[in-house]
């Protein structure tokens, strides 16, 4: 099966999803809940626990067909057609601190490329919708990256300096002394205000599928570029590295700066 236009009773689901996810995110953010440590030592807490569980117990309902991606509750029928990759709260370290730019990110892939995600703001109440055969949208109006062409006009984003590992920082300071500001932290927010025109270049490194794939095609979607460092696509088996950028043009610069040797 192929498709010109992510189906609409896709796009339904995926803000259903979203609408779930809400109150559930809002009810538990600033209250007094136990924070506890992955593997990775990152944080979780009931509420991503919930928050998933109940984004996947709505998919099965509506598409029991479907395989499901997760970061809590792991992952079930990859290698069906379509596969949902879910983040229930991406920021868990925002969302126990009270920062309430934590988000929940939503994609849909078919047969492993993107064709639908969303980035929901719970707190802060805004949305990113963006998909194949439409434009990206931002609380129901149409948004667009901004036209930056180089970059020494450019706003650039990552999460932190501490996640890239020594080559990785040496690399994302070649960016650093070119940019016009730089600034850390965000989240999954700098990818929304990247595609709202708002931010032009994110950089990130050892990222997993649930915090990259909702972006891909709200960014697309909206005229921007996002890929792995070296521009191949982002899929589930990438090595993490991610690179947004407002223009083919600024991509094409960053890109060469974070991989020439």
């Not at 909206?222 to 982002?234: E, N």
């Amino acid at each position: 099966m192929m498709f010109n236009a992510c189906p609409q009773e896709f796009i339904d689901l995926a803000n259903d999803l979203a609408d779930t996810a809400g109150p559930i995110a809002r009810l538990y953010f600033r209250s007094d809940i136990e924070i506890d440590r992955k593997s990775d030592a990152s944080p979780v807490t009931i509420a991503d626990r919930e928050v998933e569980s109940a984004m996947r117990d709505l998919i099965t309902e509506r598409f029991p067909d479907h395989g499901i991606f997760g970061e809590e509750h792991g992952s079930e029928n990859l290698d069906a057609e379509f596969v949902w990759v879910l983040d229930p709260i991406d920021g868990t370290g925002a969302f126990v601190t009270g920062m309430p730019i934590f988000g929940t990110l939503i994609a849909l892939l078919h047969r492993d490329q993107p064709l639908l995600g969303i980035i929901d703001m719970p707190v802060l109440r805004e949305r990113w919708v963006g998909g194949l055969g439409m434009e990206t949208t931002f609380n129901g109006a149409l948004c667009r990256t901004r036209p930056a062409t180089s970059l020494s006009e450019a706003s650039v984003y990552t999460f932190s300096p501490d996640s890239f590992d020594r080559p990785d920082l040496g690399r994302f300071d070649r960016v650093r002394k070119v940019a016009r500001t730089v600034r850390y932290g965000g989240d999954c927010y700098s990818y929304g205000l990247l595609a709202s025109g708002h931010v032009d270049v994110v950089i990130d490194a050892n990222m997993k599928p649930y915090d990259y794939c909702a972006m891909l095609a709200p960014i697309q979607a909206a005229g921007g570029r996002i890929t792995d460092w070296h521009g191949q696509p982002l899929d589930l088996n990438s090595d993490g590295h991610v690179l947004a950028c407002a223009s083919e043009q600024l991509h094409a610069e960053v890109s060469k700066l974070l991989t020439s040797s």
